[in-house]
Structures are given as structure tokens and as C-alpha cells.
């Protein structure tokens, strides 16, 4: 089924042109049913990449799905054109009296900085506070996983000595869990991060499951039991050629980068990398918005409760 963008937003050429249903909104007018509302606050600095990442994603389902996208008022991004972010973007300030079925809250190149430092740390908090009230369910990707379980069970980020740069093997704790339904024993996916969380820490909160880890990669994916919060350490979401961009990115910029390990074949940079993490990729996001949003939002938008069961 049809993701539901508009008319105009670049991506959608990107994703008709890989055979994807994409439906313009003058479309979906027309059917006589209600669409799941998703928001996607979109902290990344090459917004439209990640649009077409996660557009990707969410289109691989049954559902139809209306995208707003947000972007934050306190901080405007130096490497998306204002035009675009006018004509695509709705600042918090515009959605917060909204209610929506899901909210995808996307990585941002700020790890070096504390929480507390970040320029939009403020409406970052605020974000959040909404969320818990506000949407059905949250899906916090890599910079905002960390940010997420911080702010909400307290957390701490920690350092490592050298980033955290390729594709690992990850291995699953818990099947009861629909989040991890159809995943394979051992399933990759990409991590592109320079701090982590520990798992001791993740264990002594009791709303939350260790879902799936990796022996190099440390903790991937977490949610609460309650389905309100799910928290993705790494970028299950990123193109087939995204860690080599960002690895010549960083080579260009003279920094001390390693290769991304198990990406290039026989680890040479002049060969295509082959995509193992597609297949997780989708069910994924596949899974969060059919058990963790579609069969747990109400039919009236207006009743989306809090955490307490109560709407605000």
C-alpha cells in the first residue's frame, strides 16, 4: 500500500523511479479510510537522504500512511535549503496541539556535545514530553535512542575510544516480543556512532527490554513493555552506500577514520558494498507500525493516550 506524501517533496521521484507505491494526498482524499498519521522529526543534516531512507521503509506495508515531516525551530539545518525545509517542514511549534498514531525521531551528528549542550535540547525535551502524550508510539533511531533513554529513565551515553563504523551481526534475547517477529537468529545492521550505552544500565530499568545486542556493537534495540517507546541504536534505515559516503566524507575532511568493517567485499573501497540488513530493515519497520502503532492506536486520532491511559 501507498505511503501518502506531497505532491512535490523531491523524494517522491527517487521512490517511483524503485517501483514503490508512492500516493499524492489528492489521492488518498478519495478513499474512504482512515490513514495512520506518522511524524518524522528529522534531525539529520542531508534531510532529503533521510527522507528517502525511511520513506522507503515505511512504504513496505499494507497500510496508508500520512507523513508530516517536523524539523526544529531552535536550530535551522545548514545543509538542507530553506525552500525545502518552508515548503515540506512544519516546526514543532505548528504540529504540538496535534495528535499522531507514530513519530520516528532520526539520529544527528551531536554525540561529541552533553545532552544538555545540544542547541535544541530544550525543544528536544518539550518533543518528547508531547510524544508521551500525544503519539501512539515512538521509534527513536541512533543519536536519538541515546537521547531517549537519557532524558526518559536516565541513562548515560558513554565514549568510545574509536567509532562504532560498519555492519555487525546482531543476536535477539527476547521472541515474545512482536517488535522482533519473522527476525532471523543472527541478523546484520549498519552502526554509524561514536558513543553507546551500557547494558547494566538498560537492565536496572524495569519498563524497559534488552531486545537485541551485538557482541561488537554492544545494545541495538530496546523498547518498553508497554509499546510506547522503541530505541534503535544503529541505522537500519541507511542506504546501500551511506557508510561509504560518510567514511570519504571523513577521509576528505583529514580525520582519523577507519573503514566501515564487514561492508566492502575483501575490504576495498572500489567495490560496490553488498546489503545484508535489507531484509531487517523492513520487517523493522514493518512491525513497529503494525503491532506497536496500527493495532494499538485508536480508530478516533483524538483519543491517543498517554503513558497513564488517560488523554490529555
Excluded at 515512538?138 to 541515546?146: D, E, R, S
Excluded at 537485541?212 to 556493537?217: K, L, M, N, R
Amino acid at each position: 500500500m501507498p505511503i501518502n506524501i506531497p505532491t512535490d517533496l523531491p523524494a517522491k521521484e527517487v521512490l517511483q523511479s524503485e517501483n514503490i507505491f508512492v500516493m499524492t494526498r489528492e489521492q488518498a482524499l478519495k478513499q474512504d479510510i482512515r490513514p495512520l498519521k506518522i511524524a518524522i522529526l528529522n534531525l539529520m543534516p542531508l534531510k532529503v537522504n533521510t527522507e528517502i531512507h525511511l520513506l522507503r521503509l515505511l512504504s513496505n506495508n499494507p497500510l496508508q500512511l500520512e507523513i508530516d515531516f517536523i524539523r526544529t525551530k531552535s536550530y535551522e539545518s545548514k545543509n538542507t535549503p530553506k525552500e525545502h525545509l518552508e515548503v515540506f517542514y512544519r516546526t514543532f511549534s505548528e504540529v504540538k496541539n496535534d495528535k499522531y498514531d507514530g513519530l520516528i525521531i532520526t539520529g544527528a551528528p551531536v554525540e561529541h556535545i552533553d545532552f544538555e549542550n545540544v542547541a535544541y535540547w530544550k525543544e528536544m525535551e518539550e518533543i518528547m514530553d508531547w510524544a508521551s502524550v500525544s503519539v501512539t508510539s515512538t521509534l527513536y533511531i541512533c543519536w536519538a535512542a541515546q537521547a531517549g533513554l537519557y532524558y526518559h529513565y536516565g541513562i548515560r551515553k558513554h565514549q568510545l575510544e574509536k567509532k562504532m563504523f560498519g555492519v555487525f551481526d546482531h543476536i535477539i534475547h527476547d521472541r515474545k516480543y512482536p517488535i522482533v517477529r519473522g527476525f532471523d537468529d543472527l541478523f546484520p545492521a549498519p552502526h554509524s556512532r561514536h558513543t553507546s550505552v551500557d547494558r547494566e544500565d538498560i537492565l536496572k530499568v524495569p519498563e524497559l527490554v534488552l531486545l537485541s545486542e551485538s557482541d561488537e556493537a554492544g545494545v541495538y534495540l530496546v523498547a518498553t513493555k508497554n509499546k510506547k517507546r522503541v530505541f534503535v541504536t544503529g541505522h537500519s534505515e541507511y542506504d546501500p552506500l551511506t557508510l561509504k559516503e560518510e567514511y570519504l566524507r571523513d577521509l576528505e575532511k583529514g580525520e582519523q577514520i577507519e573503514m566501515p568493517v564487514n561492508y566492502f567485499p575483501g575490504d576495498d573501497p572500489a567495490k560496490p558494498p553488498l546489503v545484508r540488513w535489507r531484509s531487517h530493515a523492513n520487517l523493522l519497520f514493518s512491525n513497529w507500525l503494525n503491532y506497536y502503532v496500527y493495532q494499538e492506536t485508536p480508530y478516533d486520532i483524538k483519543m491517543v493516550a498517554g503513558e497513564n491511559g488517560k488523554t490529555p
